[in-house]
């Protein structure tokens, strides 16, 4: 054999060589991609996983005028169960609600009533807590008498 044959036989095996690592490292980053993938895929699927998850991005809390919770989404761990208090005559009234955090939120709570028109305006309180206001907006004469005598819900939603 020739010196130039050679030289093209070892020319062929490094380019086959340097293929054959390029196709191992290619189909290495596919499989590792695929395998992340499929982690990601089954914590999504897991519903416990995914409660956890929204509990801890978006707090959050329903609860009635009586102070009863009606649901906990992960609030209760930064604030403690809101105290309400209902003033003003039968006719015209409003709620003064009090959120006393566990832990500094620069950022108020957002309130939310649930069944009816409600003026919402917030200040900050002593410390670390947060007072809301709720003033109750007729529309027209007749609301009362057609209101139930459910108690009025509330959501409330902690922003981090």
């Known amino acids: 054999m020739s010196e130039q044959v050679r ?8 380019i086959a ?5 390029l196709t191992v490292l290619i189909t290495g980053f ?18 416990s996983y995914m409660k956890r998850l929204a509990n801890q991005l978006i707090p959050s809390l329903i609860f009635d ?18 105290f309400i208090k209902k003033a003003g005559g039968e006719q015209d009234y409003y709620y003064e609600i009090t959120i006393t955090p566990k832990v500094f ?11 009816g028109p409600y003026v919402v305006t ?7 807590k947060w007072i809301y206001t709720l003033e109750r907006k007729k529309y027209l004469e007749f609301e009362d008498s057609a209101r139930s005598s459910k108690p009025e819900r509330f959501r ?5």
């Open 156 to 160: 409330l939603e902690i922003i981090r």
């Open 105 to 115: 939120l620069s950022v108020a709570p957002i309130l939310q009533p649930l069944g």
């Open 30 to 47: 596919y499989g590792v991609v695929g395998f992340i993938d499929s982690r990601i895929e089954q914590k999504i699927a897991d519903d």
């Open 65 to 82: 005028s009586t102070g009863a919770v009606l649901s906990d989404s992960g609030a209760l761990a930064l604030i403690e169960i809101p």
């Open 122 to 128: 917030e200040e900050r309180g002593e410390g670390l």
């Open 7 to 14: 030289e093209k036989r070892g020319f062929v095996k490094k």
């Open 17 to 21: 060589a340097a293929v054959g690592t």
